[in-house]
């Protein structure tokens, strides 16, 4: 699988915008390096101006574009992507199970902070509605990697008899005991014969 989408909120123009406080707010959250801003609340203001991208004008696009991209939030989004993207990359020829398993390997392996941006841009998750928390992330992933999961092989079993299993364990089978005869008369000359040459 390779990782080739992060899905954004699709916007809605200006009547879409949700942030308090409006762009400007928005803005100074993303711009914000000095951690007081929580990230929820970046994130938060990096969806809504996405949003707002899609239906502003000429001139709000630049603003927003340098807001989206260039701002500190924005740097370590791209952090987070490229450092999931290049943990996630399971080769060129790579079959499922493998994309699958390194990609929740990668996502298993980020920092907490980065595990909530990528959750929040539903990275490589084609047509998920961002945001969504870390949980749900993970259990899509999972939920993909048991969908290419080939179910286990069934298997033949022999069931041995008692006799059977003791000869594997290693004991000796018990000999038949040989059935009695009775002798009869015909049979008198040749006892005699042999109990006399055996003195």
Known sequence: MK???????????????????????ATTAVNDASGATPLGRQLDAYHALSGRWAGAGHGE????????TESPFAKTIQTA???????AWPGADAAPPVPQQRMKEAFDGLSSDHQQIIASLQVGMPGSSPPAS????????QA???????????????????????????????????PAVAPTPEMAPAINAYTKAGR
Do not use: C, K, M, W
């Open 81 to 87: 992507v490229n450092t999931f993207t290049r943990a």
């Open 3 to 25: 990782i080739d989408q992060i899905s954004a909120t699709a916007g809605g123009g200006q009547a879409a915008f949700s942030f308090p406080g409006g762009v400007a707010a």
């Open 134 to 141: 870390v949980d749900d992330y993970r259990a899509r992933l």
């Open 144 to 178: 993909d990697l048991d969908a290419v999961q080939a179910p286990p092989a069934a298997t033949d079993t022999v069931t041995l008899s008692p006799e059977a299993q003791a000869r594997l364990a290693g004991a000796a089978a018990a000999e038949p005991a040989a």
């Open 61 to 68: 696009r630049a603003a927003l574009t340098h807001a989206l």
